[in-house]
């Protein structure tokens, strides 16, 4: 049987428009409101060899309603105990609007010109809205995006409607954060640390020992001009 002539899922049809208004409408009704951080990076910083972006830097949060796909909560291998200590590798499905992503994009210039969507490495500050009076910051999680899935509504009448971001929380690596939004910067401060530089490339923290490592190695390494490991040329 051919298909429904009175369907066309080729064009931007009243009915492409209906089933987006209704997923839009679902995730503000069973959403939360999660702040989105593009991830950027010092001009020049980036690793071609490794990958790796040492500069990173988010000094911007905007705010997406997005739906937690996760409904028995947390996945992933939870909290392991291994050689290394405690790691924490939680995950999370959020679901968010393709049409509220370009939205934003439309009313930020800056960003169109940038990026098309939520990318990975880009970082969600999900906030569950209860202080913790104990250490004295909200109680909100970062989380870092590990893959845009943007077909996992499979072209429901010819058209996508959301992304589907699939996450982790965050290993905090001495990024640097200053996105003005207090409960995202407090949050970063008290939890991870303050990031100092010490004046040379390596930088130094409450997570950081950098400068004490450094420190310490001098009485352990030999760094005449007769040691392989002098500074000499």
Same mark, same amino acid.
């Given at each position: 049987?051919?298909?429904?002539?009175?369907i066309?899922n080729?064009?931007n049809?009243?009915?492409?428009?209906l089933?987006?208004?209704?997923?839009?409408e679902?995730?503000e009704f069973n959403?939360?409101?999660?702040y989105w951080?593009p991830r950027?990076?010092?001009?020049?910083?980036?690793?071609q060899?490794y990958?790796?972006?040492?500069?990173k830097f988010?000094? /911007?949060?905007?705010?997406? !309603?997005?739906?937690? *796909?996760?409904a028995e909560?947390?996945? $992933?291998?939870? +909290?392991?105990v291994?050689r290394f200590g405690l790691?924490i590798?939680e995950?999370l499905?959020l679901?968010?609007?393709?049409?509220?992503v370009?939205?934003?994009?439309n009313?930020?210039?800056h960003?169109k010109?940038?990026?098309?969507r939520?990318?990975?490495g880009?970082?969600?500050?999900?906030?569950?809205?209860?202080?913790?009076?104990e250490?004295?910051?909200?109680s909100g999680t970062l989380?870092?995006?590990?893959?845009t899935?943007?077909?996992?509504?499979?072209?429901?009448?010819?058209?996508?409607?959301?992304? /589907?971001?699939?996450?982790e !929380?965050f290993?905090? *690596?001495?990024?640097e954060?200053?996105? $003005?939004i207090i +409960?995202?910067?407090?949050?970063?401060?008290?939890n991870y640390?303050?990031?100092v530089?010490?004046?040379?490339t390596?930088?130094s923290g409450v997570t950081?020992?950098n400068t004490?490592?450094?420190?310490e190695?001098d009485?352990?390494?030999?760094?005449?001009?007769?040691s392989?490991?002098?500074?000499?040329s």
């Amino acid at each position: 049987m051919p298909q429904n002539i009175h369907i066309d899922n080729y064009r931007n049809t009243p009915e492409q428009t209906l089933i987006e208004d209704l997923i839009i409408e679902s995730i503000e009704f069973n959403g939360h409101d999660i702040y989105w951080l593009p991830r950027k990076v010092s001009a020049g910083q980036y690793d071609q060899i490794y990958g790796e972006d040492p500069g990173k830097f988010f000094d /911007e949060a905007h705010l997406l !309603t997005m739906y937690v *796909a996760s409904a028995e909560g947390w996945g $992933g291998e939870r +909290d392991v105990v291994s050689r290394f200590g405690l790691e924490i590798r939680e995950q999370l499905t959020l679901v968010v609007a393709i049409r509220s992503v370009n939205e934003l994009l439309n009313a930020t210039p800056h960003l169109k010109a940038a990026l098309s969507r939520p990318r990975e490495g880009d970082l969600l500050y999900l906030d569950f809205g209860i202080p913790d009076t104990e250490v004295g910051h909200a109680s909100g999680t970062l989380l870092e995006i590990n893959f845009t899935e943007h077909e996992s509504i499979f072209y429901q009448l010819g058209e996508l409607q959301v992304y /589907e971001l699939r996450c982790e !929380t965050f290993r905090y *690596a001495n990024e640097e954060f200053s996105t $003005g939004i207090i +409960d995202i910067d407090q949050a970063v401060a008290n939890n991870y640390s303050e990031h100092v530089h010490t004046g040379n490339t390596m930088p130094s923290g409450v997570t950081a020992d950098n400068t004490l490592i450094e420190d310490e190695a001098d009485d352990y390494l030999d760094t005449s001009e007769d040691s392989p490991f002098g500074d000499w040329s």
